[in-house]
């Protein structure tokens, strides 16, 4: 069974940075597509930022050029760099791992003080 578990988010202002890491159980972690999503409060969960297994990446438009999104499979961790932060950016930040189904970590708070 597979498990992710997420760390790195907090408070900071706007401007600031932080880098979200999420480690997944199990030994599919290299043939997953990852993925980060964010859900604001009254609002639906949305794609942050994705990358498949041979490293190819894409991104929300609201994000891109502010986020990047890498993996480790040694260390089954995909990483979400986030520079240039907003007060919108401010959402719980989910991972995501696609094999077969979804699997989702328990999320962690992002929070950006303007």
């Known amino acids: 069974q597979v498990q992710l578990v997420e760390s790195g988010g907090g408070l900071v202002q706007a401007g600031g940075s932080l880098r979200l890491s999420c480690t997944a159980s199990?030994?599919?972690?290299?043939?997953?597509?990852m993925g980060w999503y964010r859900q604001a409060p009254g609002k639906q969960r949305e794609l942050v930022a994705v990358?498949?297994?041979?490293?190819?990446?894409n991104y929300a438009d609201s994000v891109r050029g502010r986020f990047t999104i890498s993996r480790d499979n040694a260390l089954n961790t995909v990483n979400l760099q986030m520079n240039s932060l907003k007060p919108e950016d401010t959402a719980i930040y989910y991972c995501?791992?696609?094999?077969?189904?979804?699997?989702w970590g328990q999320g962690t708070q992002v929070t950006v003080s303007s």
């Open positions: 990358i498949n297994t041979v490293g190819h990446t």
């Open positions: 995501n791992l696609l094999l077969g189904g979804a699997y």
């Open positions: 199990g030994s599919s972690f290299s043939i997953s597509t």
